[in-house]
């Protein structure tokens, strides 16, 4: 079956435009986590949803950014008025339940001039 | 609030040498414990878990990890390293409340 996708896989912008950033997990998958890969660093937590649970934002770093998901289906992680230290690789990961491993997507490389 | 640390950013080894990658957490309740790999170019992927049970676990490609409870450690082993072992290693711990901790990771250089 195919596996979780995120578009689009690279994204140039200008500093102060806002981005979208769109995750598809896996069919059936009721966990969805966003993470931020900054260069030559671990993931950084963003955000976990969890089926109708209400999502675990502890981890987005200020005010500009925020996720969505529909139902147990696509995501999609904004960050408005965008900064250079928002450049990073954005990871989308989808997993069965709470305890169970992750299967990654290929990221979007986010580039701010 | 729990925390990954992986000791090693960048090991270098020769094709045969023995590994061990460190990793340690701080969480006072259950946890599920996982190492995920990423190979050049390539999505991070499972390498092996640890839910409950025997506390040695064997993974893909000949590597294991050993869950010590009371050192709080998930030491990732493998006997004989191969180039196609270049990779970066992610230890990563989660909770019962659904929260994923990664460690920063370490690049494993494995020479021919």
């Known amino acids: 079956g195919a596996g979780v996708s995120q578009s689009p896989s690279n994204k140039v912008t200008e500093k102060g435009k806002d981005v979208e950033l769109r995750c598809d997990p896996i069919?059936?998958?009721?966990?969805l986590y966003w993470y931020r890969q900054r260069l030559g660093q671990g993931l950084e937590f963003l955000i976990y949803f969890q089926g109708n649970s209400a999502p675990d934002k502890s981890g987005l770093p200020s005010d500009r950014f925020s996720a969505e998901r529909t139902g147990e289906s696509v995501s999609t992680l904004t960050i408005q008025r965008t900064q250079q230290e928002d450049s990073a690789v954005y990871l989308c990961?989808?997993?069965?339940?709470?305890?169970?491993?992750?299967?990654f997507g290929p990221g979007t490389r986010l580039t701010v001039l | 609030a729990q925390s990954v640390s992986q000791h090693n950013h960048h090991v270098i080894l020769s094709e045969a040498a023995s590994l061990e990658l460190g990793c340690n957490y701080s969480y006072g309740g259950t946890v599920n414990l996982f190492w995920y790999v990423q190979y050049p170019g390539q999505h991070l992927q499972l390498l092996l878990k640890y839910f409950s049970g025997d506390p040695l676990v064997k993974g893909i490609k000949g590597f294991e990890a050993e869950f010590i409870k009371s050192k709080f450690s998930f030491n990732l082993r493998k006997p004989s390293v191969q180039w196609s072992d270049t990779a970066e290693y992610f230890c990563?711990?989660?909770?019962?409340?659904?929260?994923?901790?990664f460690g920063d990771g370490t690049t494993l250089t494995v020479k021919p």
């Open positions: 990563a711990v989660n909770t019962n409340a659904g929260k994923s901790t």
């Open positions: 990961a989808s997993g069965r339940g709470d305890y169970n491993e992750q299967f």
């Open positions: 069919s059936g998958h009721t966990a």
